[in-house]
């Protein structure tokens, strides 16, 4: 059951692609994004998709296509389309507020937890206890979007806390009365 797959990757029109031996470079209306790949699959142009092939049929080779494939294909899409996560804070007196680029979390703290925006990454805040993250790349929108968790994570008992908007906190039973 011998096989080596092609996966293709899609352009879109107003995307360029550079491919030099395993660098990719994507160039879209929103940015540029550059990426190295493991030497176990090969990456092609031809017209206007993106190839990738798998060099043998081994474990590493076959877990290295997939990823590369996917990898390439969030950097196509972030530089035309981008990439958000939507945060939503629960509780009494957690607000979220704009002060230039940076973010201003009230999370009943003594003191407000101020947030930096990294490069390539733009916060808004449609309301107080709403919070979007955006960007060109998936990885780092993510990833910021889980450390602006991480300073209230949701707690099981009152459900207080950051949350990603549409995530199921399970609830906790308190003490039992007697």
Do not use: C, W
């Amino acid at each position: 059951m011998s096989r080596i797959g092609k996966m293709p990757v899609q352009i879109p029109a107003g995307v360029t692609v550079t491919v030099n031996g395993n660098n990719v470079k994507v160039k879209g209306p929103k940015g540029e994004l550059e990426r190295s790949f493991s030497d176990l699959v090969t990456i092609k142009e031809e017209g206007s998709e993106i190839i990738v092939t798998r060099n043998d049929e081994e474990t590493a080779s076959n877990a290295q296509h997939g990823l590369t494939r996917t990898l390439i294909h969030n950097m196509v899409t972030g530089v035309s389309e981008g990439f958000s996560k939507n945060l939503e804070l629960v509780g009494v007196g957690y607000r979220a507020a704009l002060k230039g680029k940076e973010l201003d979390l009230s999370l009943g703290y003594s003191h407000p937890v101020i947030m930096p925006a990294p490069a390539n990454i733009a916060f808004e805040v449609p309301d107080n206890t709403h919070i979007v993250v955006k960007g060109i790349s998936k990885e780092q929108v993510g990833q910021v979007a889980a450390e602006i968790r991480a300073k209230r994570p949701p707690e099981p008992y009152k459900g207080k806390g950051i949350r990603y908007e549409g995530e199921h906190v399970r609830r906790k039973l308190g003490k039992a009365a007697k």
